[in-house]
Each structure stands twice: as structure tokens, then as C-alpha cells.
């Protein structure tokens, strides 16, 4: 998980290879048609689409669709089947509500989901729908293995209380309302504890019996842990063994300041016939995605080397089982790559991974060399099987085939569907299809721009549908969060680049020091350094763009969320006139009230340096603290914060406005009382949408 408004991806080869041209056009050509510019109503009108499952064989796939409706102001999704050979599609379910955790069973002949917190199961065909559990207070993030007899080994998340409720201390005032706490961690990006825990439970289902399943084994009975890991773990924290026999999850057994201060998550191991749990060798950071091998000789897992560091390299590491619980295993690093995303087992000597390479996320395939029962597999040859200016997403896999979500800047995702062996991709869904073909596209260059320490920085620069270069066009400066989180071909419902260029902005997105992709080094010079050559990148960005004779050079603008926030606060205080109009989103405006109001200090302590009081204090809190600089404030900002953001608390935000309204600069301040760090409700985005253009053009596109 990424602390400051990220999306988590993998590095790639060293920036002296395959740098391509310093100015290159990519994606889509910009529309001469009838076709209009994308608008935020045609946005949030369209179809969001995500894999869920590919049958064994790889004939059929199952995905989701959301669809937002905002006069109602809520979402609905329903799951779809497709060919993957013929692209005809056809609908699973068509009920009130969202259907996840989508799985094929029976060889693929029927699907399993949940719905309403509960199992059901449909024919592939949509017929015969029938529901397996009634668990009182519903269950989540499910993972499935068939027996050998035909049921149904189900793993999945409850719900469970453990312990006083923070607000339970005084029974004798009944109508007092309060919270009292002893402890950190006292909440959590947008909720507040209640000692309420996520835990992993299991359940032996026959799909056959006559009525729903009501019993489960809670993994972690009676202990205040949680796996997932909260706030954003799902069902890929578990695994099952191939025969049923072993469960494995994450878990980060820790409680109180000592969570708070560590990313030292573990694998544990249960044996279901002997009813024992074993802690299995990692390293100090987080441990993730456990998964079996398909003989269940080998289990295999992500893990981080850095205790703190939660944007540390996300290593493949294996642990053979064969030799029982607890019989002095080891942990073998079996992959170089770093930061990998997501892998899949497809045989037991071979795997895919999903990765990130120069500002684009790809899929690659693993071939093992063949080893004895038992043994650690050992790399025999890694294999890309995609390529080009898109972002691989989500993908699975069955027989020969692989389907993956794809996305780029000008579209949202579709799946596509492409050989084991390679080759080219071939669009699969078409959901989007029709509303695209009334979308003027922008035209996306990729370029290569010098920082101001001598090296290659990829921008991608986004130019208004329609353009023309004889014209002259006010400009964005896009900053990105994380900070560790690339600026790739993403396919945003709210910082969306096709729609800021259909505005009439040309935008300028660099994948500044600190975004992964582009290396270790490269990722990992942004910690302690927040405000250092990361500002200098940005601005070498916006000034090589702005030279271009299309740019207006007296209407640009600067824009971010979280890090990105940060971003916006501190250029406001060292842009030098450059800038015209800001916008700050859940930005982070001074370190020191940061450091006491958040919730994970391991990600303060790694990325500003630790306390401001340590003997020998980070200089962060001096040379890169935006508030340090409100003196040199003169350009108008729009400020942006949620009520329920406690990873960068609203406080931050209130701040920075009241900082500006005293200094006399023009600012405006938008609150959403019940959104966190993110704008969900579809509503709420509109006015975000409204109130995020309205301010560009009210500064940019002055007459």
C-alpha cells in the first residue's frame, strides 16, 4: 500500500537504454472529426471494467462493470462472461448491488461471486443461481480450492471485535459521546479504531446441500490483528494449498505505536489437519500475495527488504513445503526484478508477473528450469509479453491464453487477451467502445527532458483534442502523489488527462526523481528529500514545455493530490512567477503538525527522516516545509480536503487557506465532510470536476 495517493509500480532497466526519441508522439491520433472533447459528465458516464477471473482452459473470462448514476448519487456492478476467442460477451448477473470475487468452478461451467456479503453461484450460461452462506454479518476478499470430493474450500474475511470498544469506558453516562484511547493507531486513513478486526476465516462448503452454510473457523480467534493488512488489503493476502490441507495469510501481528512505527508484516502457514500455524521466514518490510504452486510443493511470496520503507522493492521469494511445518525452512530470493506488482502461477514451472518499465505497466512471463518434487525453482528465462505506451493491469490465465485489463491516457480499461507466447494483443471487451467513438482524443508525446543534475526525465506531454500548434494554449504542470508512484498510462476518473486537455490545457506529467520504473536509484532519491530535485524536475518540465511556441507562457497553472498536494504547496513559495493559478488536493502543507496528526509513522520516519525533535533533525523540516515560505506567496490557489482524511488530516489543508487568505493571495477552500483522501461519491466528484476547472479558467483563461 502507498501512504500519499499512490499507484504502486515496478522498475525497469536503467535510464541509458531505450530511451527512444526526445519527442514522440504515442496512443491515439487527436480527432479532426465530429467528435466532441471528453467532458466530466461523458466520464462518469462510462463503463469501468476489471478482470475478475479466466476459466482453467482459457476459453471464457468474467469481469465487472461498473456504471454510476449520478442523479442517484451511487454505483451499480454486475459481472459479464466473454469468449475468448469469439469476443461474445453476455450477462451473469443483473441484480441491485455489486457482484465480487468472481471465480469459475466445476472445470468452468459455473461461476462463484459474492453478493450482499455472501456465496452465490450462476451457470456460466446466467441460469440455475443459487446462494451457499448465510453468515450473520457477511464475509469479504474470498479465495476458493475445490476438493477432491467436490466441495468447496472457502477463505475469506470477517468481521470480529476484540477487546473494549474505545467507547464503552463509562456506562454510567449513556449518552456521553466520546472516544478514549491509550494508544497509536488510533485511526486509520478514514476511520477511527472501534477495536473491530479483519480476520481470516475458513469454510468447508458442499454446493450441493439444501440450505446455506452458517459455521466458519475464524484463523485468528480472540487475537486483535487484522489480515488484509487496513486499510487496503484484499483477498490476495490469502492462498490454498492445491489438496486443501494449508491456508496461508498475511499478517502484521503487531498492535498500538509499534504498528504504527513497522511495515514487518509475515506469511503465516496453517495446517488444517493438525489445527497448527507456523510463521515462515521474511525480511524486515511488508511480506505479500502469498500463493501456491500448482503441485503445492513451493509457496511463493512478495517481500520487502526494509522495514518502513513501504515503497522498498517488491522482491519474489519461495519457501519449499514438503518438508512439513516448521521443519527449518528457508526463504530463497528467486526473482532480480524490483518492484513487481502482481504474479500467477500458471504451471509449476512457470509464472507471470505484472511490472513497470518506463512509465508503462507490462506483463512478463517466467520460465523455471525443471526441478525434483520439492525442490526451490530456479530461473531459467524471463520473457516480456506485452509491450508499447499502456498499462497492463489485473490479468489471469488459463491453458495458453492470458486476458489482462489495459488502459492508457486516452482510454479507460478494456481486457484484452494475448498468447502465452507473445504476440500482439487483441481487444477483447468493447464496453466503451460506442462513447469513445464521440470522444475527440488528445494527442500524448513522450519525451525526454534534461534536469537540472544532467539526466533523462520521461514527461509525457498531453495535448487538447483538435490541436493546433498555431495556436496558443495555457499549460498544467501535473504533480504527482505517492511520492513513490509513477506517472504512467493511467486512465483516472478524477485526474484524468484526457479531460484536462479537452478543457483546453496542454499538460505536462514528468515522472520526476522518486516514481518507480525507472530504476532503484531513481525511485528511492525522493526519501528525505521531498522538496529537493524533485521541485528542480518539476520545474525543468514545465520550462522545456513552455518554450514551445503553442504554450502561453503567462497561463500556467500547477495541480496535485497528497505528495502532489505538497507539491502545489511548496512551488507556491519557489515557483519565481512562473505560475499563474494552484491547486491543491489533501496536500500536505507543514511537516512538523504532519509528523503529530497522521497515522503510519513508519512512512514519516522513512520519508521526511523521523522526528523534528531528534538530536539531529531531518532539514526537511526547514528547507523542504512549504509553510516555511507562505511569505512568497502571490498566485491563486484553489484548495481541496476531505473531513475524513486522516492520512493527511483536513488541518493541513485549513491551513494552507487561511495561510493564503491572510497573505491577501487569492484562494478558495472546498471541503467534503465525508469524503477521505479520495473523492468517491459521484456527486461530490462533479462539483470536485466543477470546481477544479472553474478555478483553471477563471486564472488561466483570463480574457
Known sequence: MKALYALALVAAPALGMAQGTSNTAVGDSPSVNDSKPLTAETLWKLGRVSLEAVSPDGSRAVYGVARYDVAANKGERNLFTVDTKSGIASALTETEGAETDAFFLRGGARVGYLYQ??????????????????????????????????????????VQKVGTAPTEGHPEYPKADYKAYNDLMYRHWDHWTDNSYEHPAWSLLDLNATTPATAFTDLLDGLAYSSPLPPMGGSDAYAISPDGRYIAYVCKRQTGKEFALSTNSQIFLHDRESASTTELPGQPGYESQPAFSPDGSVLTYLSMPTDGFESDVNQLWAVALRSGPGAGRNAVRLLDEEYIESYKWLNSNTLLFQYATQATQQIARVDFVPRPAGGIPSVKKVTPLTSGDFNYGAFGAGGTTVVAERQDINRANELFVFSMAGGDAKALTHVNDAAYAGIAKSKVEKRWITTTDGKKMLTWVVLPPNFDEKKSYPALLYCQGGPQSAVSQFYSFRWNFQLMAANGYVVVAPNRRGVPGFGKEWNEAISGDWGGQAMKDYLSAIDSVAKEPYVNKEALGAVGASYGGYSVYLLAGIHENRFKALISHCGVFDLRSMYLTTEEMFFANHDIGGPYWAPAPPVSYDLHNPSNYVDRWNAPILVIHGGRDYRVPESQGMMAYQAAQLRNVPSRFVYFPTEGHWVLKPQNAMVWNTEFFGWLDQWLKKP
Do not use: C, M, Y
Not at 451457499?132 to 480450492?145: A, E, Y
Open 117 to 158: 456479503g455472501q456465496l452465490w453461484t450462476v451457470g456460466v450460461n446466467g441460469t440455475d443461481r443459487k446462494q451457499h452462506t448465510q453468515f450473520p454479518d457477511g464475509i469479504s476478499n474470498l479465495k476458493v480450492q475445490e476438493t477432491k470430493d467436490g466441495r468447496l474450500l472457502a477463505v475469506f474475511t470477517v
